[in-house]
């Protein structure tokens, strides 16, 4: 804003000129040493000369009269970089706590799916997200500190035992079928939360579906073995190809690599099988 050629910059740059010299400090500069100042300048429509001066050190100045339209702020600053944002907490009160809280997997999975990277469902089990639990508890304990960079490239800091794959943490083919499906609804939220978009939340419900339903399925153990290894080599595949902006739609199953998958499941258990009944095999196969 401008009145009669004068910036609010200039107006603000001559106040704190002339609250300098009213500190004790230089007197403010005027027409008489060489200095144009804009409140000596014209100090009937800026200022009443010497309004701005404290009758004592410690009294804050009182201004009587500025331009039209311009108001002396607590801190001169905010007149150009606008008013200073409040910190203060603040949440809604009409709305209390849900009936159900959100358990919250480790940081280590969190930040993996900030960056799209696979993550092992074992972080989504109960036996995860109670090692997420105790991982908080003992996190304050911890002196050493990790910096992180997301991909926006904004880094942070984190305790460093909080940034590592937890020791007791399993692949996916490991975990029972059971504990896999639980991890259905925490690893949806989870990479919701983390901005993955409705068109690979919904591909990763339909696929988590897609296999609970299989045939499969409902061929005991050997069946659901070959579903959890198949969920996690496509899983891995997947993000290889993201990385190279090739990924894929997850939801469709390929019965022809399932079967592959299957066989191989086979040829291991009757590799087991012989090694069991002739020891001498399990030490040639070692050698091959």
């Given at each position: ?33 060489g200095v144009w100042d804009p409140i000596m300048a014209d100090p009937q429509r ?219 499941l086979d040829k291991r258990d009757i590799r087991v099988g012989i090694d069991q ?12």
């Amino acid at each position: 804003m401008a009145q009669g050629g004068i910036t609010r910059e200039e107006v603000i740059k001559a106040l704190n000129q002339r609250w300098a010299g009213g500190q004790g400090g230089a007197p403010p500069v005027g027409k008489d040493n060489g200095v144009w100042d804009p409140i000596m300048a014209d100090p009937q429509r800026l200022l009443h000369q010497g309004s701005c001066a404290p009758a004592h050190r410690n009294q804050t100045p009182q201004w009587d009269t500025l331009p039209p339209g311009l108001a002396v702020p607590a801190n001169p600053a905010e007149a150009v970089n606008g008013p200073v944002e409040d910190t203060a907490i603040t949440f809604d009160a009409d709305t209390q706590v849900a009936s159900t809280l959100q358990s919250r997997p480790v940081d280590y999975a969190l930040k993996r799916l900030e960056t799209f990277k696979f993550v092992p469902m074992w972080y989504f089990t109960r036996e995860g997200l109670c090692e997420a639990a105790r991982t908080v508890c003992q996190s304050d304990e911890s002196k050493m500190l990790a910096i992180t960079q997301a991909s926006e490239g904004n880094l942070t800091m984190h305790a460093a035992n909080s940034l590592t794959t937890l020791k007791n943490a399993k692949l996916d083919h490991q975990l029972t079928y059971g504990e896999y499906m639980f991890t259905k609804n925490h690893f949806l939220v989870a990479i919701e939360n983390a901005r993955w978009g409705n068109k690979v939340i919904d591909a990763s419900n339909w696929f988590f579906h897609n296999l609970d339903n299989h045939p499969w399925h409902k061929e005991g153990p050997q069946g659901e073995h070959a579903l959890l290894l198949y969920a996690l080599q496509v899983c891995q595949d997947w993000h290889g190809k993201l990385a190279l902006k090739q990924a894929y739609n997850i939801e469709m199953i390929s019965e022809d690599l399932l079967d592959k998958i299957s066989q191989e499941l086979d040829k291991r258990d009757i590799r087991v099988g012989i090694d069991q009944v002739n020891p001498h095999a399990k030490l040639l196969h070692r050698v091959c």
